[in-house]
């Protein structure tokens, strides 16, 4: 059996831009009211970095937590951080960007040994282009505020080579 | 265990940029699995295993297991899951499986892996957010750790502990990609050469383009059946013989062991060559596929699979012992540089691919020599802070 009547036809609109949704930019939402570790957050605004401590057998974590993975304990404290460091490894980012960092490309990551404690972190490193860096250089915190489309006052940590007193 | 389990067959889908959904991969996977083993129908299986990383983010779908189950006429009454382990994912449900069946609570079990990864051209960005967020990406996604840039560390890491070059690195690209060039469903079947690879774009140094596995559109699948089962159908199979996974209460770039070294790849490889009863895996293991995401990858793996002292990994591929009449033949698939990376369909192929080493079923240019009898597979996942090994054995033991 067939059927040759003509169906109806109609046209429905969908949104011509579909926002992402709010965490595809890659940095967290950092306020009290997202995160338990906005502490963290707070004192990088103050231009410290920071990490917790737990009160009960002295572990220190990075990345900060709300529980201490050594002793399940959560009596933690913020402790501050060394702001130098010397280069681990690095690398350039330039084709695989994620939504965030396509404008910044090529541009230097890697990671930090922070001096005099046991903490190892990976961090954007600005300038110096791949080609000037060598492992082991030396470099210092470096503060950005992230500037979004949220109200939120966003901030992260990156590092940049220190400058020796003769350049 | 009360009983092991065996692959008796499976399918592929071509994998590479394709013009097909999700749920299409899906179909043409499971139908290449059921044409391959006339014995086992979908009225058969008993349990559903689908290893898929982020339908959620590429394809905007979630709870893939029943959508397969029904794509494929499998009506489920034992288990049905789907596994998310990053990389390793098509292993880790093809573990799943394994317990299942060992357990005794099912004889018939279809595992499959389904990625759909490229999107349009416009998306690019989008398509790499759904791979930097697999390491953690507050603290290292954030700051551009994607997976060409993270396994650069790795390499830079390595060369300058060990003295490994960038020769090396580019003997394994060579390699692999060879063998490529002779898998009809491979993503890159071009050879190349180490010069090729050393003349290829920087994508993040030392890193060059073809140190690199693909972002690939793509599914495999494959039958798992218990012992019984298995000697009721075929005389050849591939027996699962031993299977571990480590992850050392470590993701993020403070916490893992070490960069240049995997410790929880030689706790995964102990684990599986204890229930394999491999005293001396360089001399009893006939044929491997481990995860060579990049090249350095496959180089560390040598080592931390313990078949070669720490450091000596760059040695093991240039004295052709990873070659097809080496030691072990290692990734006579083509490898994820070769055949690209579908995510969760990779730990699939790279079993199936040691089931048709064991059955002789691959082209002669990249058949491993006097009928391997013996085999493994590795996946490593994320920041490589999980390592999955499996063994396997043509006869049941």
Same mark, same amino acid.
């Given at each position: 059996m067939t059927d040759d009547t003509t169906p109806s036809r109609d046209t429905v609109a969908v949104p011509e831009r579909i926002d992402f949704p709010? $965490? $595809?930019?890659?940095?967290n939402l950092q306020s009290e009211e997202e995160t338990r570790i906005h502490e963290f957050y707070d004192r990088l605004r103050e231009d410290s970095l920071s990490t917790t401590r737990c009160d009960e057998c002295d572990a220190l974590h990075?990345?900060?937590?709300?529980?201490?993975?050594?002793?399940?304990?959560?009596?933690l404290s913020y402790t501050s951080l060394p702001h130098e460091g010397t280069l681990f490894a690095f690398s350039v980012v330039r084709g695989s960007a994620p939504i965030g960092m396509t404008d910044d490309v090529p541009f230097v990551m890697g990671i930090v040994d922070l001096e005099g404690v046991d903490v190892r972190l990976s961090a954007r490193i600005d300038g110096a282009a791949y080609d000037d860096l060598s492992i082991g250089d030396r470099v210092t915190l470096k503060i950005v505020d992230i500037d979004g489309p949220r109200d939120e006052d966003r901030v992260f940590y990156r590092f940049e080579p220190v400058r020796s007193v003769s350049e | 265990m009360t009983q092991t389990a065996a692959i008796v067959g499976g399918g592929h889908t071509r994998w590479g +940029? /394709?013009?097909?959904?999700w749920k299409d991969l899906a179909q043409e996977a499971g139908k290449a699995a059921f044409d391959d083993v006339p %014995?086992?129908?979908? +009225? &058969?299986?008993e349990g559903l295993f689908v290893g898929a990383v982020q339908p959620e983010r590429?394809?905007?779908?979630?709870?893939v297991a029943p959508l397969v189950a029904e794509l494929l006429g499998v009506d489920v009454d034992s288990m049905i899951a789907r596994t998310e382990l990053a990389c390793a994912s098509g292993q880790a449900a093809l573990r799943y499986a394994w317990l299942a069946i060992a357990a005794g609570q099912l004889d018939v079990a279809l595992v499959i892996g389904v990625e759909k990864m490229n999107?349009? +051209? &416009?998306r690019t960005e989008e398509m790499q957010s759904s791979m930097t =967020?697999?390491? +953690? /990406?507050?603290?290292?996604?954030? =700051? %551009?750790? =994607?997976a060409p840039s993270y396994f650069s560390l790795i390499a830079q890491r390595h060369m300058h502990e060990y003295g490994t070059t960038r020769e090396q690195l580019a003997a394994v690209s060579e390699k692999n990609k060879t063998h490529a060039a002779n =898998? @009809? !469903?491979?993503q890159f079947q071009k050879a190349v050469d180490v010069d090729d690879v050393l003349e @290829? !774009?920087?994508?993040a140094p030392p890193l060059n383009l073809l140190d690199c596995s693909g972002i690939t559109d793509g599914a495999a699948a494959l039958l798992l059946v218990s012992e019984r089962k298995a000697r009721e159908l075929t005389d050849t199979a591939a027996y699962v013989t031993g299977s571990g996974q480590s992850c050392m209460a470590s993701n993020s770039i403070n916490n893992l062991p070490s960069l240049s070294a995997w410790p929880q790849a030689t706790v995964a490889a102990e684990k599986a060559y204890e229930q394999a009863g491999i005293e001396n895996p360089v001399d009893e293991l006939d044929v491997a596929e481990i995860h060579?995401?990049? @090249?350095i990858s496959e180089i560390i793996e040598y080592e931390d699979l313990g078949w070669?002292?720490? %450091?000596?990994g760059g040695r093991f591929i240039e004295e052709g012992? @990873?070659?097809?009449? %080496? &030691?072990i033949a290692v990734?006579? /698939?083509?490898g994820l540089l070769g055949c690209g990376h579908p995510l969760g369909a990779t730990g699939i192929s790279q079993a199936l691919e040691i089931y048709r080493q064991f059955t002789g079923d691959v082209p002669d240019a990249r058949r491993v020599p006097d009928s391997p009898e013996t085999g493994l597979i590795h996946n490593l996942s994320g920041s490589a802070s999980v390592h999955s090994v499996m063994t396997l054995a043509r006869d049941p033991q």
């Amino acid at each position: 059996m067939t059927d040759d009547t003509t169906p109806s036809r109609d046209t429905v609109a969908v949104p011509e831009r579909i926002d992402f949704p709010r $965490l $595809l930019d890659f940095y967290n939402l950092q306020s009290e009211e997202e995160t338990r570790i906005h502490e963290f957050y707070d004192r990088l605004r103050e231009d410290s970095l920071s990490t917790t401590r737990c009160d009960e057998c002295d572990a220190l974590h990075f990345p900060p937590r709300i529980v201490c993975p050594e002793c399940t304990g959560d009596d933690l404290s913020y402790t501050s951080l060394p702001h130098e460091g010397t280069l681990f490894a690095f690398s350039v980012v330039r084709g695989s960007a994620p939504i965030g960092m396509t404008d910044d490309v090529p541009f230097v990551m890697g990671i930090v040994d922070l001096e005099g404690v046991d903490v190892r972190l990976s961090a954007r490193i600005d300038g110096a282009a791949y080609d000037d860096l060598s492992i082991g250089d030396r470099v210092t915190l470096k503060i950005v505020d992230i500037d979004g489309p949220r109200d939120e006052d966003r901030v992260f940590y990156r590092f940049e080579p220190v400058r020796s007193v003769s350049e | 265990m009360t009983q092991t389990a065996a692959i008796v067959g499976g399918g592929h889908t071509r994998w590479g +940029d /394709r013009q097909a959904t999700w749920k299409d991969l899906a179909q043409e996977a499971g139908k290449a699995a059921f044409d391959d083993v006339p %014995g086992v129908t979908p +009225d &058969d299986v008993e349990g559903l295993f689908v290893g898929a990383v982020q339908p959620e983010r590429f394809a905007f779908q979630s709870h893939v297991a029943p959508l397969v189950a029904e794509l494929l006429g499998v009506d489920v009454d034992s288990m049905i899951a789907r596994t998310e382990l990053a990389c390793a994912s098509g292993q880790a449900a093809l573990r799943y499986a394994w317990l299942a069946i060992a357990a005794g609570q099912l004889d018939v079990a279809l595992v499959i892996g389904v990625e759909k990864m490229n999107l349009p +051209d &416009d998306r690019t960005e989008e398509m790499q957010s759904s791979m930097t =967020n697999v390491v +953690d /990406r507050e603290f290292d996604g954030v =700051n %551009g750790l =994607n997976a060409p840039s993270y396994f650069s560390l790795i390499a830079q890491r390595h060369m300058h502990e060990y003295g490994t070059t960038r020769e090396q690195l580019a003997a394994v690209s060579e390699k692999n990609k060879t063998h490529a060039a002779n =898998n @009809s !469903y491979a993503q890159f079947q071009k050879a190349v050469d180490v010069d090729d690879v050393l003349e @290829s !774009y920087p994508i993040a140094p030392p890193l060059n383009l073809l140190d690199c596995s693909g972002i690939t559109d793509g599914a495999a699948a494959l039958l798992l059946v218990s012992e019984r089962k298995a000697r009721e159908l075929t005389d050849t199979a591939a027996y699962v013989t031993g299977s571990g996974q480590s992850c050392m209460a470590s993701n993020s770039i403070n916490n893992l062991p070490s960069l240049s070294a995997w410790p929880q790849a030689t706790v995964a490889a102990e684990k599986a060559y204890e229930q394999a009863g491999i005293e001396n895996p360089v001399d009893e293991l006939d044929v491997a596929e481990i995860h060579d995401c990049f @090249s350095i990858s496959e180089i560390i793996e040598y080592e931390d699979l313990g078949w070669v002292e720490k %450091g000596e990994g760059g040695r093991f591929i240039e004295e052709g012992r @990873s070659a097809l009449d %080496g &030691d072990i033949a290692v990734n006579p /698939r083509g490898g994820l540089l070769g055949c690209g990376h579908p995510l969760g369909a990779t730990g699939i192929s790279q079993a199936l691919e040691i089931y048709r080493q064991f059955t002789g079923d691959v082209p002669d240019a990249r058949r491993v020599p006097d009928s391997p009898e013996t085999g493994l597979i590795h996946n490593l996942s994320g920041s490589a802070s999980v390592h999955s090994v499996m063994t396997l054995a043509r006869d049941p033991q």
